[in-house]
């Protein structure tokens, strides 16, 4: 989770690409919308798994923002798949 906001941050979409599950990665990523936002932080608030052999995973964060020098959040609820012992984003639930 950290590595792939660390990669929102660097604008580096060959990372989020790659470590997207295939199944939900979309097709393109566009990471240099104007306005840009400006990541100030991220809060790992929980995290769920079943049994220790289990191949998912569960994230709750809230990744803070500022926008055209508005504060933000971003809080969702992400889940992971284990794919030949690497860690995929599969998809997430937006908090409102």
Not at 44 to 59: K, M, P, Q, Y
């Amino acid at each position: 989770m950290r590595s792939r906001y660390t990669a929102y941050v660097k604008h580096d979409t060959a990372y989020l690409q790659h470590t997207w599950h295939p199944d939900t990665r979309p097709g393109h990523l566009v990471l240099d919308a104007q306005p840009a936002p400006r990541w100030t932080g991220l809060n790992i608030l929980r995290t769920a798994a079943g049994l220790a052999d289990d191949s998912s995973r569960t994230v709750e964060f809230e990744a803070r923002y500022k926008l055209n020098g508005r504060a933000c959040r971003l809080h969702e609820v992400s889940r992971f798949v284990q794919r030949d012992g690497r860690w995929y984003y599969l998809d997430g639930d937006v908090a409102q």
